[in-house]
């Protein structure tokens, strides 16, 4: 997703969770369009709240790729006056060369700071489908994430949590946020999913 749209959708949060409905049209249209996995769809219409279920789309919607936002306008048909006030704001952004959502706005000090166990799960919650293709960046192999995957077998989170670890155990004091920072740009997974997890 491009970073202006990611802001956007940060920025905009708690209008966006105040205003929407996402369970009815907005989660079929994005399944049915390949923007959302099944076990995606399940997670955000477990959520206990419609409130709650929209604050989960929006962190999920981020990493699914360049179409995740144009597709995302597309479904909000029923509430065609959130989407006017989207691309209003869209229009205010300025231009390029001008902003500096693109810049990771963490500090040196936690760059080289080792992730806690608080850290790596937020992040968990947060990696889309490119979850195992930034585990493996970090240096697991397929074997490793077959045991992930095995281990937690009802659970995504988990699997991507218990990845993590392992590759903090591993690497030691090598295993910084800076090095997952890495990891996440060459998955291209934009810096500000993991600037969410660490604030």
Request: with cysteine.
């Amino acid at each position: 997703m491009d970073p202006k749209h990611r802001a956007l959708l940060r920025t905009h949060r708690l209008y966006l969770s105040g205003e929407l409905l996402v369970s009815d049209t907005i989660v079929p249209f994005l399944y049915q369009e390949g923007i959302l996995t099944g076990a995606q769809v399940e997670d955000v219409r477990s959520q206990s709240t419609d409130r709650q279920k929209t604050l989960r789309l929006l962190d999920l919607l981020p990493s699914r790729g360049p179409r995740a936002f144009d597709l995302f306008l597309r479904s909000l048909d029923d509430f065609s006056w959130v989407r006017e006030q989207l691309l209003v704001e869209l229009q205010k952004q300025p231009g390029p060369g001008t902003s500096s959502t693109d810049e990771c706005q963490l500090p040196d000090s936690v760059l080289q700071k080792v992730p806690s166990d608080r850290d790596l799960s937020r992040l968990a919650s947060r990696l889309g489908a490119e979850w195992e293709a930034v585990l493996i960046d970090l240096g697991l192999s397929a074997e490793d994430l077959f045991r992930c995957r095995s281990d937690h077998a009802l659970s995504t989170h988990g699997a991507v949590l218990s990845g993590l670890v392992t590759w903090r155990q591993r690497e030691g004091k090598r295993a910084t946020v800076r090095r997952l920072l890495q990891s996440l740009n060459a998955t291209e997974i934009h810096h500000s999913v993991l600037e969410e997890a660490l604030n």
